[in-house]
């Protein structure tokens, strides 16, 4: 499979300081982690001649580094030989984004996680690939498997993954992550974890299925929705990261379908100028939605197909047609059409096209657009694509087929152009 190459990224010198420190917590539901910077000097540091326009991969990836039990995660990546953990850093080595955000990824307080993973595995060459390094990373809590105290799925038992605030059988699996080459404005990171679900104006809650208690208490969020500002040279750009709730296993409530949508709404509610976002309130005691001139980009397993599969209609619709959102460029690959023909069966029914998929899935609903990169209409993209090589391509061995060496998703990943602002 052939990435384009793209040219060498330029920016001032001292333009991009480092500020994190490692394991730095920021309050109860945060906690950054990254090296000092005299231990991982910048990157991107270099002398510059000239308007210093920036060329910057963002990437989306579920790489499905969650695990059954709490630890586990934790115990893989404690040494480098994990087969399921070298197949993904080596898709990330070869795709090799500057801001990656990876979903399915268990929390684990302090970051330890993701402090192993990135020096056990992307800092290693997997199969002759490139070692990536990200001094930056950000985790924080998830929803997942944190106890509702109540019967969220009306089987008559309180307690369990389906009780919930987030479907886990333990806090913090299918969590997520975000690495970065660029430093994460940590003191003004935003996070969504508590916001509840019926504090969202014209929400899709159930009230037949939930009782009145339970929806004082639903949060929003299966996971959670995090805004990180990253600095890129002298512009920040809003890495708008989440994980939507899958929309099924539930009943003919759509409790989960409902859930989905409405979390993809809340991203179109906060990049929206003016009063739409001024119910929004974060985890930190902040309100309102993003500025009107802000730079963005989202990301995430939207768990949603704008044709296709099980989701509430129009749910990824609300970003897909969003005024404030290029979509001008759909991310693509050959082996989505390949995999597409091979498997047949409901994806030959699929309306959609099938070089857009990002996802792998089973019957129903087959192979789907899952995953997203979409950055605000004032970024132009520069190129974009699926990591989903073609079976005759010696990289498919990195996705391949059910029981997969790597995820049932693909990597996903855009280029932009950022201007340089004075």
Known sequence: MRL??????????????????????????????????????????????????????????????NRAEEGQLLADLSTPDNAQARAVAEIIQRTDPDVLLVNEFDFVEGGAAAELFRSNYLEVPQQGAEPVDYP???????????????????????????????????????????????????????????????????????????????????????????????????????????HPTPPTFDGPEDRNGRRNHDEIRFWADYVTPGATADYIYDDQGG?????????????????????DGDSYDGAISALLD???????????????????????????????????DTADFAEPPGNIRADYVLPSSRLRI????????????????????YPFPSSDHRLVWVDLKLPHRQ
Not at 12 to 30: D, I, M, N, P, R
Not at 323 to 346: D, F, H, K, Y
Not at 383 to 400: A, E, I, K, N
């Open 4 to 65: 384009p190459t793209r040219p060498a990224r330029r920016l001032l010198v001292g333009a991009v300081a480092a500020t994190l420190l490692s394991g730095l917590t920021l309050t109860s539901v945060a906690t950054a982690g990254s090296p000092s910077p005299t231990d991982r000097p910048d990157p991107h540091a270099a002398k510059e001649v000239g308007r210093p326009d920036m060329d910057v991969r963002f990437a989306t990836f579920n790489a499905s580094l």
């Open 136 to 242: 930056y990373y950000y985790v924080a809590p998830s929803n997942t498997g944190v106890p509702s105290g109540y019967d969220l799925n009306n089987d008559g038992v309180v307690g369990g993954p389906d009780d919930a605030f987030g479907f886990g059988e333990f806090e913090g699996q299918y969590g997520m992550v975000v690495y970065s080459k660029f430093p994460i404005d940590v003191e003004a990171v935003r996070t969504f974890q508590l916001f509840k679900w019926a504090d969202m104006p014209g929400n899709l809650i159930p009230t037949d299925f939930y009782s009145p208690e339970e929806q004082a208490v639903l949060r929003l969020s299966s996971k959670s929705h995090w805004d990180l500002p990253i600095s890129v040279g002298n512009t920040t750009v809003h890495f708008l990261v989440s």
């Open 287 to 307: 309100t309102g939605g993003l500025p009107a001139r802000a730079a963005f980009v989202i990301a995430g397993d939207q768990n949603a197909d704008p044709l």
């Open 322 to 356: 969003h005024p404030r959102i290029n979509t001008r460029s759909t991310p693509s690959s050959a082996g989505g059409v390949e995999a597409s023909e091979l498997q047949g069966g409901i994806n030959l029914e699929h309306l959609g096209d099938p070089g857009h």
């Open 382 to 401: 520069l190129d974009s694509g699926v990591f989903w090589p073609t079976s005759d391509d010696p990289l498919s061995r990195l996705t391949g087929t």
